[in-house]
């Protein structure tokens, strides 16, 4: 069956410090991922998909960046974090249109 | 682009009782209708979903219907469990392209003793 992961769970990081989450998903091949922002208590914002490896689409510009170096990792990267970076970050993959959602980040921006 | 718009935002029922949210989308190239249920700090479930060729869709409590002429979907959920309480999305896509789903704004269910 395939899982997919996210890593950290949690994270606390000052303005200014850089960003790294990390996506993986097992269990299928070729898969369609996606990285949402979901701000507390509001809907599901994508920020990037990809259809294959280094193959990345933007959908709201910012100072986030997306990549996807194997098949099956993505990776949410930023230089600077702001304040309003803040959120929940959903990683999901899907397999024609059925969409799959990772455990998210709860990314505090300080 | 898909703008999908859900209601209510929240919606309390008694345990027991039945549960209807509902969507409208824009585009008429949509074909395929998910729901996500959120449970609080984890990510989104699919509940279940419906294709444009299919009306109706039932599992177990819940169900979904599809009016593609009034370009309108609901989601149904009957004898309501108190952990049904979560916040419930629904999403629109055409099939076949990069699944792009298109989310609506949410539907925070409270679940009453």
């Known amino acids: 069956s395939q899982t997919i992961h996210q890593w950290p769970a949690t994270l606390v990081q000052p303005v200014g410090s850089p960003l790294s989450l990390e996506c993986t998903v097992e269990?299928?091949?070729?898969?369609?991922l996606y990285w949402y922002r979901q701000a507390a208590g509001r809907g599901l914002q994508l920020l990037f998909y990809s259809v294959g490896i280094g193959q990345i689409s933007s959908e709201v510009p910012q100072n986030l960046s997306a990549s996807r170096p194997q098949d099956r990792q993505f990776i949410l990267s930023s230089k600077k974090l702001l304040l309003s970076d803040s959120g929940f970050y959903l990683c999901?993959?899907?397999?024609?249109?059925?969409?799959?959602f990772g455990p998210g980040t709860r990314l505090t921006v300080t | 682009g898909e703008n999908v718009e859900q209601h209510p935002s929240t919606l309390s029922v008694q345990e027991g009782d039945s549960a209807v949210i509902k969507c409208t989308y824009s585009d008429s190239a949509s074909n395929y209708f998910p729901w996500y249920k959120q449970e609080l700090g984890k990510g989104p479930q699919l509940i279940i979903d419906?294709?444009?060729?299919?009306g109706e869709k039932k599992d177990q409590r819940i169900a979904v219907t599809l009016n593609k002429t009034a370009k309108h979907f609901s989601l149904h959920i009957t004898e309501t469990q108190p952990e049904d309480s979560a916040v419930y999305f629904c999403?629109?896509?055409?099939?076949?392209?990069?699944?792009?789903?298109?989310f609506g704004t949410g539907t925070r269910l409270q679940v009453t003793l």
């Open positions: 419906i294709r444009s060729n299919v």
């Open positions: 999403a629109a896509s055409p099939f076949g392209t990069a699944s792009k789903l298109t």
């Open positions: 269990g299928t091949s070729n898969p369609n």
């Open positions: 999901a993959w899907s397999v024609r249109s059925e969409q799959y």
